[in-house]
């Protein structure tokens, strides 16, 4: 079995500079087939110049990349298998919407029937809703019915993989759930393989098979969604995806010392100077009556959000803790005041440790 | 005292518009209308213009008809020519050149307007004449060349002439093609040169059309590159408007050519405008 029966793009040992500026630094990474994976990351970490290089837009500097079997590097744009979604959608304004989406149809040679193009781009605009709006200029539609377009446009050429730079981005947030979840369901009735830039990682952790998180021009973790929020493989990872409390602690054997003395258990081998991260729905606090624990504090501010409660807490020589409660019941006493002291608990299974 | 909003802002308005509404109605718009007025008159014995109502002038038109057609001819296909020769040096400037110099570039276009189209043209005089290049092609074995005093001579000033105002308009244009537009024709499929045909020429239309349409116009009018290129030989609407009103005195006529001239400029600009508009799929066309 050839590696491309298993994966759609590879990228081996790959680095692009710009002048002396690296975007991308020595990245390896396998697409499988069919899957929908996102490469997340904060702007300037290298994941629009990785779509950008599938796309044929950028050449590596270093380093190859492959589509199927095919090393691609030297293959120009409109000669690869792909199709991508631009961030600002790219549709020519001078067409009306069907010839927008028959744009990649009729490029094709040998050529296509021109009744097979219609058939095609009708049953590509019914795919994403847009039945009717055939004739329309594109400057007549809404941003969403602009973003369905630049779909329609791509999917119509049945790419093996349908790259799409930041396609959600200029939605507003309701627009922008209706296409999360319209993506994924496309994805799964195409069957093609997605590969989505985003910033958002909310939008990477709902959407994809699959997250590659990315900084600095570097990967830092591949893998599933639940594993990199509950397992981040670095500190960088905790903090972007998701939120993260740290504190730096001296790890020693059977526990974990803090800035304030106090000491948790703990039983991994670390030694020395190590950050504690943990997630705020795996801490829980509760009103400390006489009986503190080993992190007491005090609330400073609630943050409200009805099924759940945000607080940040306090603790005197250690730091600021964000703990996130789920109310359970609607217990008009179940949250508590700013200014009330309290202690924190947490689940010792979600406490992660890093090298400082 | 006090102004309402409204007040004010028309206040604005009337400052901004004012002294160019004021100009334009002084030297455009009545002398304009003293041209109708006087192109429906009659020209007094003594020449110039004498009142009247009649339509005979407009009746004597086809007496011009070989200045009126050599015009139309020279017109568009003058512009045409210019087309050829501004359009890939446009294209060169907007997408090909160099950023770093591309200011320069586009200014370096406009240079030949620091000085007079007369002295410029004069120079072709004497590049064309026969101690010119026809001197240098007799060194080389090609004697007897005559330049000077051709149609292609015409041809020749009018292209050098009125290029820089073909340039600019289509610079414009395709400078704001967004070139994510050529990225996205390329990914789906379309060569550099399909995607030239497919994205970049529709698109940059609207300027093809807005230079086309300005140089014609100017043309329509011009007198002094035929006059001094093609040995005046050959008679256009520019030199029959120039022997009317001040040789031969004949204000009406001449006023009546004028009319037919304007009308006809009018209708060519209306048309040009519709078709880009319908071609490009918008109406964003800037007239430089």
Redesign the interface.
């Known amino acids: 079995m050839s590696a491309s029966d298993i994966h759609d793009i590879e990228f081996r040992s790959v680095t692009k500079r710009y002048g002396d500026v690296t975007a991308v630094t020595d990245i390896n990474l396998a697409v499988p087939k069919g899957a929908f994976v996102a490469l997340l990351g904060p702007s300037g970490c290298g994941k629009t110049t990785c779509l950008r290089m599938i ?3 950028e050449q590596p500097s270093e380093g190859d990349v492959f589509i199927g079997d095919i090393r691609v590097n030297d293959l ?4 690869r298998p ?3 979604v ?1 961030q ?1 959608y ?6 009306d919407v069907e010839n927008n989406v028959a ?2 149809l009729r ?2 040679r040998p050529r296509i029937a021109s009744a097979e193009i219609g058939k095609r781009v009708g049953a590509a605009l019914e795919m994403v809703r847009l039945t009717g709006f055939g004739r329309r ?3 007549e539609l809404s941003g969403g019915q602009q973003q369905r377009v630049a779909l329609a ?2 999917i119509v ?1 049945k790419p093996k993989v349908l790259l799409l730079d930041e396609p959600l981005a200029a939605l507003d947030r309701k627009l922008r759930t209706d296409m999360q979840m319209e993506l994924q369901s496309l994805q799964r009735d195409l069957g093609i393989t997605f590969l989505l830039v985003t910033h958002d990682q909310e939008e990477a952790l709902s959407m994809s098979d699959l997250v590659c998180v990315m900084s600095a021009g570097r990967i830092r973790q591949f893998a599933r969604p639940q594993e990199v929020y509950d397992r981040p493989a670095d500190l960088f990872v905790a903090d972007f995806v998701g939120k993260t409390n740290k504190m730096t602690v001296t790890a020693e054997p059977g526990l974990l010392r803090l800035g304030n003395g106090a000491t948790l258990p703990f039983a991994g081998p670390e030694r020395g100077q190590a950050v504690l991260a943990l997630r705020p729905e795996a801490m829980r606090i509760a009103r400390s009556g006489a009986s503190g624990g080993p992190l007491v504090g005090e609330v400073t501010h609630r943050i409200f959000l009805g099924s759940l409660a945000e607080y940040s807490v306090a603790v005197p020589g250690v730091g600021e803790f964000l703990i996130s409660t789920n109310r359970h019941g609607l217990d008009a006493n179940d949250l508590i005041e700013p200014g009330e002291a309290v202690s924190i608990g947490y689940n010792p299974e979600a406490l992660r440790l890093y090298p400082a | 005292m006090a102004m309402t909003i409204a007040t004010r802002k028309r206040l604005v308005t009337a400052l901004l518009i004012g002294p160019s509404a004021a100009w334009l109605s002084l030297f455009l718009v009545l002398p304009f209308i003293a041209i109708l007025v006087f192109s429906v008159g009659e020209r007094a014995p003594e020449g110039g213009y004498q009142a009247a109502f009649t339509f005979a002038q407009f009746m004597n038109l086809p007496a011009r008809a070989t200045a009126f057609w050599n015009t139309m001819i020279l017109a568009p296909v003058g512009a045409f020519f210019c087309l050829l020769v501004a359009y890939p040096t446009a294209y060169y400037l907007a997408i090909k050149a160099p950023a770093r110099y591309r200011m320069l570039l586009v200014s370096l276009v406009v240079v030949p307007f620091w000085t007079s189209l007369l002295v410029r043209t004069y120079a072709w005089i004497f590049i064309l004449g026969a101690r010119g290049l026809p001197n240098l092609l007799a060194l080389i074995g090609l004697p007897d060349v005559r330049l000077l005093n051709t149609p292609g001579a015409v041809l020749l000033g009018i292209v050098y002439g009125y290029l820089p105002l073909m340039i600019m308009p289509i610079y414009v244009s395709l400078e704001k093609l967004d070139c994510r537009l050529l990225e996205a024709s390329a990914d789906l499929g379309a060569s550099p040169v399909r995607s030239f045909f497919n994205v970049t020429l529709p698109l940059s239309l609207p300027g093809v059309a807005t230079g086309v349409a300005l140089v014609t116009i100017l043309l329509l009018g011009e007198y002094l590159i035929p006059q001094l290129l093609g040995g005046g030989k050959v008679f256009f609407i520019g030199n029959a408007l120039v022997d009317l009103f001040l040789q031969s005195r004949n204000w009406p006529y001449g006023s009546a050519i004028a009319v037919t001239l304007v009308s006809v400029v009018v209708l060519i600009i209306t048309l040009a405008m519709r078709l880009a508009w319908r071609f490009a799929g918008t109406r964003q066309v800037d007239l430089v």
């Open positions: 796309g044929g837009f120009p744009a409109y000669r792909v199709n991508m631009f600002h790219a549709l020519f304004p001078h067409l744009y990649g490029q094709q200029r594109i400057h446009r791509a050429n």
